[in-house]
């Protein structure tokens, strides 16, 4: 009997040698259209024969496959991308002809891509770095990439040194190692002989290079922009990105079980919220200033490892980024979308920022090593929504097919009833006039201060948040086997902070060297909130993820009343028992879990519950560790009475943190956006 067009049932059959074969569905072709009968079986000379040189879908699939990889990029090798769209909220034509900004309601399809900064593309999410956040608009004027991080000021203030502190924090050239880590002789070498990368280096050993999710992090566009209105006048701006569930990290020891329990945390974390709607959204803020408060600045705007603090600038919010869909293929789009500071559009120009303008090159440069092609654009991640028309052809990889023989101009061939192609337009980008000086290898002495920032970002920070810093350093020094590269790193943190300094030097063990002398004297600037995590917290459990631990014989009202208070916040629930089977509630309902405890441990989740029977847990090495984390890593814990020997057993200690669970379920969930700080100074 014939089969329907679009019958898609698929039939399974043993082979001879007992291979699966199946029939069905859409025919299996080549990459040319022939359809393949066989799909487990090279064509051979007899059954035992040798396998022979005409089979041509053989040679196609390994062909192909041999072929499949790509070079990975150099740096934000690691990273996850979704779809979503930007929408203003407050159009700003008077500062900018930026298609994005006219119209209040306005929206901008957009690819984002995440990124970890040191790590190869297969290392784990969650390593202490720096993470990229790359906008691609998808404008009616054309794309316009906005290539930032969620750190707003960057190790360097010029292009020319980019390349050394890249090969600096990567492996070791002689060994290797380590991976994804900047904790290594040859990366605090170079940073401890450039006092610029000093502002950078406290964000980086800050909790903001250990975010608890992608969705939980801001992001910026580090160098100073222009905008120009459609009269040509001109402002300068800075780009934020500003998470809706406000910046929360983990703790270093979590970030490190993280790795192991789950490598690809932040991907997965990021592919759940989308996939169950509950949509990542950031707002965009701008702060826009003119040349009269850039020259009135005791710092030069256009140095790339500076801030304007908020307090002098407040972020005028005019629209936000919702990203609303998961890709439909990981390699042909988060792999292949290629980001460029130099896409811009009518209405975004560049500062002289020298970082920034070194960007402009190397970024579209590296496109050709990695996807193969000057091509690249045509691929669909890359394309531009709007009409695109050039008289470039030709090249690798050319998909599309022009007409006509109009390949330059000027030309006269309108004359002659031909297509003449197209001509530059009125509506187009411009760049803003500014003043040059002659050419010269220099830098301009508005960029000799190197500590005042640096010492602004750490006394800005609540005092958790500095023995935070503390301690990363401590860490990253004690990696580091070069006894003169751990004096200098420390004598150069001398001019950030003294007791900062004393505290590193003590932990590493050694004593506090000579303060190297600065190129310019640092000054104390006034402290900002905006630049504390701590300060600027949510207030609600929204987002978060809350892991309970059931046994046989769970009391399913209080896992009831639990879910109930989830569902109301936003919080996601996932149940952990010690076996994947499922749990026997004492109401005799069996219920499916989501893992096993071996598998899902508590540094997976923000807050946790132990809704447990059985008594003997305490026993259970995995439960220990459940609960022993938890406490450590300063959650939220609510426990059963029959749980009690368990929290015993753990070291836990009842503090305010530490919930009953048959009068307060739902305290897991409620705090399960906080940490109880004080746990810390025990």
Request: charged residues 25%; glycine residues 8%; proline residues 7%.
């Amino acid at each position: 009997m014939p089969r329907a067009e679009n019958d898609q049932t698929i039939i399974t059959e043993r082979g001879e040698g007992g291979e699966t074969q199946q029939r069905g569905g859409a025919p299996l072709t080549t990459n040319h259209g022939v359809p393949i009968s066989d799909n487990q079986n090279s064509l051979k000379a007899g059954a035992r024969g040798p396998t022979l040189l005409e089979d041509f879908v053989l040679r196609e699939k390994i062909f192909h496959f041999d072929h499949e990889r790509i070079p990975e990029r150099i740096v934000h090798a690691r990273g996850t991308g979704a779809h979503g769209y930007f929408e203003c909220t407050d159009p700003i034509p008077d500062l900018t002809m930026a298609q994005p900004f006219q119209k209040k309601g306005g929206k901008v399809p957009v690819f984002v891509r995440f990124s970890t900064v040191a790590g190869s593309k297969g290392s784990k999410d969650t390593p202490r770095d720096v993470r990229g956040f790359a906008v691609k608009f998808y404008t009616e004027d054309g794309n316009w990439d906005l290539v930032g991080n969620n750190i707003p000021v960057f190790f360097i203030q010029d292009a020319m040194k980019f390349p050394d502190l890249v090969h600096s924090v990567k492996p070791e050239a002689d060994r290797g190692f380590p991976q994804a880590a900047s904790a290594h002789d040859t990366f605090w070498d170079f940073v401890s002989l450039m006092p610029e990368s000093t502002h950078m280096i406290l964000w980086a050993m800050s909790d903001r290079a250990i975010p608890r999710s992608l969705r939980m992090m801001d992001g910026f566009g580090v160098h100073t922009f222009r905008l120009v209105n459609a009269k040509g006048k001109a402002v300068f701006v800075k780009f934020h990105w500003r998470a809706k569930l406000r910046c929360q990290s983990t703790t270093w020891d979590e970030a490190v079980k993280i790795s192991g329990a789950d490598p690809d945390y932040h991907r997965r974390d990021l592919w759940e919220a989308i996939t169950a709607g509950d949509f990542p959204e950031w707002e965009l803020g701008l702060q826009v200033f003119d040349e009269d408060f850039a020259a009135s600045q005791p710092y030069d705007v256009l140095d790339a490892t500076k801030i304007i603090p908020e307090e002098d600038v407040p972020l005028r919010v005019v629209g936000r980024l919702v990203l609303d869909r998961w890709v439909d293929n990981f390699f042909a789009e988060t792999e292949q979308v290629a980001f460029l500071p130099s896409n811009v559009i009518p209405g975004i120009d560049f500062s002289e920022d020298p970082l920034l303008q070194g960007r402009l090159f190397s970024y579209l440069d590296t496109q050709k090593s990695r996807l193969g092609t000057t091509n690249f654009h045509q691929i669909p991640v890359n394309a531009p929504k709007c009409p695109m028309q050039n008289f470039q052809r030709d090249g690798l990889m050319q998909t599309h097919v022009p007409t006509g023989r109009a390949n330059y101009e000027p030309n006269s061939l309108a004359e002659a009833g031909e297509d003449p192609g197209p001509r530059p337009a009125e509506h187009a980008f411009r760049t803003h006039p500014v003043p040059t000086e002659g050419k010269l290898r220099a830098r301009s002495e508005t960029f000799a201060d190197h500590y005042s920032q640096a010492r602004l970002f750490y006394r800005s920070q609540t005092a958790p948040e500095q023995a935070h810093i503390v301690k990363a350093i401590t860490f990253e020094l004690s990696k580091v086997d070069l006894p003169h590269v751990r004096l200098r790193a420390l004598a150069s943190l001398r001019n950030v902070d003294e007791d900062m300094a004393k505290a590193i030097a003590d932990g590493v063990g050694v004593d506090l060297p000579e303060a190297l002398e600065p190129a310019k004297a640092p000054i104390d600037m006034p402290a900002s909130d905006a630049l504390s995590m701590h300060l600027t917290a949510t207030q609600e459990p929204k987002g978060r993820t809350v892991g309970v631990l059931l046994t046989d014989g769970a009391d399913g009202e209080a896992l009831k009343k639990l879910r109930a208070a989830a569902k109301k916040a936003g919080v996601t629930v996932k149940l952990v028992a010690p076996r994947r089977g499922g749990v026997l509630l004492a109401s005799g309902e069996r219920i499916e879990v989501d893992g096993q405890l071996e598998g899902m441990p508590s540094v997976l989740f923000d807050a946790v519950a132990i809704l447990a029977a059985d008594a003997s847990l305490d026993r259970v090495p995995a439960a220990r560790d459940f609960v022993a984390d938890a406490f450590a890593h300063l959650k939220a814990i609510v426990a059963t009475k029959e749980a009690g020997g368990l929290l015993d057993a753990a070291g836990v200690e009842k503090d305010a943190f530490v919930f009953e669970a048959a009068k307060e379920p739902e305290a897991a969930v409620l705090r399960a956006h906080e940490r109880v700080w004080d746990r810390e100074q025990a």
